[in-house]
């Protein structure tokens, strides 16, 4: 069965700490997306890679990065966390096969910047 | 730029009716098209998708849509909605695998169903 987990379902932070939301995928898929999800916004992309150590911004970068050493994990990193960044976070991933080419989500992290 | 509008941010129907969630996209070029769903605590579901081929595609739990190039919509349709269906339900595009990664979301359509 296909599975993208996320570390953490809740995590509650400081402002102005450094938080890493991980992701992990067990299909070999090659494209691996971070979206954060609001209410009456939907999911808006943050940033995807499409390969190992490559990566390209989403809609709304600014605040995140991201690291993806392995195929299977990818990490999106809040340098300084805000108030602003309390959020849902999605992690999915996705092949680049032309026919099975939708992406899968994890459970989501619900993230809370105090 | 690609962008999917999802017009009704809310819609109320009444158990055993007919349900039409509607989806409007921009893309240059052929879309690969989805619908998910998302129950309240939970990730997101895949519904349907379309890439190519009949322009009216069947998905899990009795849903359908169907493709209009003309009008670049995507709506969702289920004749018989079942109480279990309320949900909020994400309409997305995307590019062809390879050369264009990125996944668009519309902002969602919260489905509300009365007994």
């Known amino acids: 069965d296909v599975k993208v987990t996320q570390s953490s379902r809740y995590l509650v932070k400081r402002t102005g700490e450094k938080v890493f939301l991980e992701c992990v995928q067990d299909?070999?898929?090659?494209?691996m997306f971070w979206y954060r999800q609001d209410p009456g916004l939907g999911l808006r992309l943050i940033y995807f890679?499409?390969?190992?150590?490559?990566?390209e911004k989403g809609d709304i970068p600014e605040g995140y990065s991201v690291s993806r050493e392995k195929k299977e994990r990818f990490s999106l990193i809040l340098e300084s966390a805000s108030t602003n960044q309390t959020s849902m976070y999605l992690c999915?991933?996705?092949?680049?096969?032309?026919?099975?080419?939708?992406?899968?989500f994890g459970q989501g992290t619900r993230l809370t910047v105090v | 730029a690609q962008s999917v509008t999802q017009p009704d941010i809310h819609i109320t129907v009444s158990e055993g009716a007919s349900l039409e969630l509607r989806c409007n996209y921009s893309?240059?070029?052929?879309?690969?098209l989805f619908w998910y769903v998302q129950s309240p605590g939970q990730g997101l579901q895949l519904l349907l998708k379309y890439f190519s081929g009949d322009t009216l595609v069947q998905g899990i739990k009795g849903f359908e849509a169907e493709f209009k190039r003309s009008q670049s919509s995507f709506n969702l349709r289920k004749p018989s909605v079942h109480w279990s269906d309320a949900a909020e339900y994400f309409c997305a595009v995307g590019g062809v695998p390879g050369s264009n990664y990125k996944l668009t979301f519309g902002k969602g359509t919260l489905l509300t169903v009365n007994p």
């Open positions: 999915a991933s996705r092949y680049t096969d032309r026919v099975n080419t939708e992406a899968f």
């Open positions: 299909m070999d898929h090659e494209n």
């Open positions: 893309y240059g070029a052929t879309p690969y």
């Open positions: 890679s499409y390969d190992v150590k490559m990566k």
